[in-house]
Nanobody, 125 residues
Framework: QVQLVESGGGSVQGGGSLRLSCKVS????????MGWARQVPGKEREGIAVIDHDGRTFYADSVKGRFTISKDNAKNILYLQMNSLKSEDTAMYYC???????????????????WGQGTQVTVSS
C-alpha cells in the first residue's frame, strides 16, 4: 500500500494551465501503473492519464494533446501538466497507483487500490 497526496489544484481561466503534483510515499519496486482520474458531481470517476514503470503514457481522448503525465522517480512525485484548459475540465482530480504490469487509463478506476484525497480544479469560461 502507498499513500498519495495531491496538490496544485485551483481556479484558472479557460485556455490557461495548471500543474498538479502527487507525492507518493514510495514507488512500487517492480512493475506498476500510476495515473490521474477526475470526477464531477453526479458522474463516475474516470481515468484520464497513466504512466507505467517504463515511462510509457496513455491518455483519454478528452485530454490527449493537452495534458501530459510524468513522474520523478528520485522524488517520488507524479505530475499532470494541464494546458489549454476548458470549462469541461472542471472536476476533482485524484492520483492513483497500482502494482502490476497492465496500465491503462480505462481500467485505472477498477484496478487501482491506492488513491489520494483529491484536489479541485475549476476552469472558468
Amino acid at each position: 500500500q502507498v499513500q498519495l497526496v495531491e496538490s496544485g489544484g485551483g481556479s484558472v481561466q479557460g485556455g490557461g494551465s495548471l500543474r498538479l503534483s502527487c507525492k507518493v510515499s514510495r514507488f512500487f519496486a517492480n512493475k506498476y501503473c500510476m495515473g490521474w482520474a477526475r470526477q464531477v458531481p453526479g458522474k463516475e470517476r474516470e481515468g484520464i492519464a497513466v504512466i507505467d514503470h517504463d515511462g510509457r503514457t496513455f491518455y483519454a481522448d478528452s485530454v490527449k494533446g493537452r495534458f501530459t503525465i510524468s513522474k520523478d522517480n528520485a522524488k517520488n512525485i507524479l505530475y499532470l501538466q494541464m494546458n489549454s484548459l476548458k470549462s469541461e475540465d472542471t472536476a476533482m482530480y485524484y492520483c492513483a497507483a497500482k502494482a502490476g504490469p497492465y496500465c491503462s487509463e480505462r481500467n485505472l478506476e477498477a484496478a487501482a487500490k491506492d488513491w489520494g484525497q483529491g484536489t479541485q480544479v475549476t476552469v472558468s469560461s
